[in-house]
């Protein structure tokens, strides 16, 4: 009795619904996070009619809507909340050295340095930030930007003003997105009876997975590739914190059998000389010359997914992992491989409160 | 580290207006439903009241109207009333009857009695003067009369005529008269009172002296009256009657049988008050 009111319980409280959207699919993704890790109940995907979204723009919400009501009804979510993936090409990631004060100081100061020095080319843009932890070993210096003078005047009335003339200084992560467009996606999900709890990018939803499954060292040097049939995500982390992404847009062929595929094998190489550059920028141009990349964390929705990942641990020599999802859904994974899950499982194990 | 969350933030009268604006409609409803029953109460409640009121002022009303004189009542009234007034004029007759008849000497008679408005005439035969005045005084210490007046005394006197001897050659034995009362002039018998008294009032001084044990038991008035019907029998003219017989008679010797005494005793007002006591 007491067993069977539990799982009443945690069926409705700890469960949570990880969305994916990209140009092609609607991934669904129904986890609970418990002691034990992370428990898939549902994942399921769903194709959405050609040209609805055209490079992570929404150009047709009903088919959009059609699609995920359709999904829903497949699934029949018991999670209340859901945590959206928004795509990765609308999405804008920046990384600030600024004074180390609070939050809310921070903010004025970020409001201000967006306004002159980094300006967003949206144009509504909407914007989170967070402090990102101090990477001691790589001595990491990002792009530094002097505070403006009227940063500086906020911070004149406040204690912390100290901080600002010792130059102790902290890394902010700011990404950015168009807010039509965030506003066009939590539309949709409200549409279709879902209530938005986060929107966020797929980069940090593949930090927050390998971090709960932990395939390696979570702290470490890593880096990650998400492939999609149109673009490719790959990013970069050190000291459990995200300090690069780049989107590249990559045509990977549709089959599984690319043994001989020419296409398949100029994507590969367009994707190894991404990564390459991706690194060299990251140790050399933003002076992380210690920091040697030890893993790579490979997953995307493409059928060839293990051909790419066999390709670049041959040439990279280093441990490629690809992502691993034990779940065996029977319309889901027909539709696209395991590994495709992956972005919408970190954002379904965001849960609730996170 | 903080999440990235790209979801906007609502402001929070946004978040919270309609979760306040159905806070405040429901605290708002309840207040009013509140005052509402209140109010409501408070109405019946004095709506009640002013109906009672209305309804014991019907009532008051009706009893006035219905109060008229029971005649039982004014009967019982008249009853109480009337026995008041026997009560405040009853007089308790026994005390000074069995004080008087107790006192009487043994060899007195009470000839007649009688009672009204306080005050009791007796009429008594007394053997002596003597006898009258220790009647008065001793009756006088009961405390039950107010006063005490010696009407009238008479003395009852018999004449004994001896006939001549030739009708004593018949008859030797003396013949004695009828009884005629009275017969004599009390003037023999009032000196003698006077005497009596004075006798008694011996050795004070004054003209008319009285015993002192006389003057504690007499009021002065009583004694003046006293005196003055003393005074009264002593300067009276004598009235002498003295029924002869046509018979000749050689001697005559008159003997005094009893004195009667006419006396007036008025009834002590405490007495008579506590007599009215139940």
Known sequence: MLTSVKQLIDRFSSRSLGIEITDTHIKWLEASINSGGIEIHAADAEPIASGAIAEGKVQEVAPVIQALQTVKQRNAPAAKHTNLILPSILTMVRFLELPDVKVNHLRKIIDLELQYHVPLPFDRPYYDFTKLPRNDDANMKLQTIDPVPEAAAVLESTDESESVKTGKTCDVMLVAAPLDDIEIYSSILTNVGLKPSSIEIKALSLQRLIERTNPFDPSSTYLTIDITPIYTDISMYSGGALRITRNKSLDFPASEDVENDFEFFTACQELMSEVNRFINFYRYTLNNRNQEVEHLFLSGDIAAIASVADYLGDRLQIPVHRAAISYDSPRGFKAIPNTGFAGALGAAARGRFE | ?278
């Open chain 2, 1 to 278: 580290m903080k999440s990235i969350n790209l979801l906007p933030k609502k402001p929070f009268w946004k978040r919270w207006f309609a979760p306040l604006m159905i806070l405040l409609v429901g605290i708002y409803i309840t207040v009013a439903s509140a005052m509402y029953y209140n109010l409501t109460s408070i109405r019946w409640q004095q709506q009640a009241a002013t109906e009672e009121a209305s309804r014991i002022e019907q009532n008051i009303a009706l009893l006035r109207e219905q109060r008229v004189p029971d005649p039982k009542l004014a009967l019982l009234q008249q009853f109480q009333v009337t026995v008041s007034q026997l009560e405040s004029s009853r007089i308790d007759w026994l005390p000074a009857v069995q004080t008087l008849t107790s006192s009487l000497p043994a060899d007195a008679t009470l000839e007649k009695a009688r009672a009204e408005a306080g005050t009791i005439a007796l009429e008594v035969q007394f053997s002596t003067l003597q006898s009258v005045v220790d009647y008065v005084r001793k009756t006088r210490s009961s405390n039950l009369f107010d006063d005490i007046q010696i009407t009238s005394v008479t003395a009852l006197q018999q004449i004994k005529l001896e006939q001549l001897p030739e009708s004593a050659s018949t008859e030797s034995a003396p013949t004695v008269s009828p009884v005629v009362e009275p017969v004599m002039t009390v003037n023999p018998m009032l000196e003698e009172l006077r005497q009596m008294m004075m006798r008694e009032a011996e050795g004070t001084g004054s003209e008319i002296q009285v015993n002192p044990s006389l003057y504690e038991t007499f009021r002065p008035e009583e004694i003046d009256a006293a005196v003055s019907i003393i005074e009264q029998w002593g300067t009276g003219s004598p009235q002498e009657e003295l029924a002869v017989q046509e018979t000749p008679v050689a001697a005559a010797q008159v003997e005094v049988l009893h004195y009667r005494a006419v006396l007036t005793y008025v009834l002590a007002q405490e007495e008579a008050e506590r007599g009215n006591a139940p």
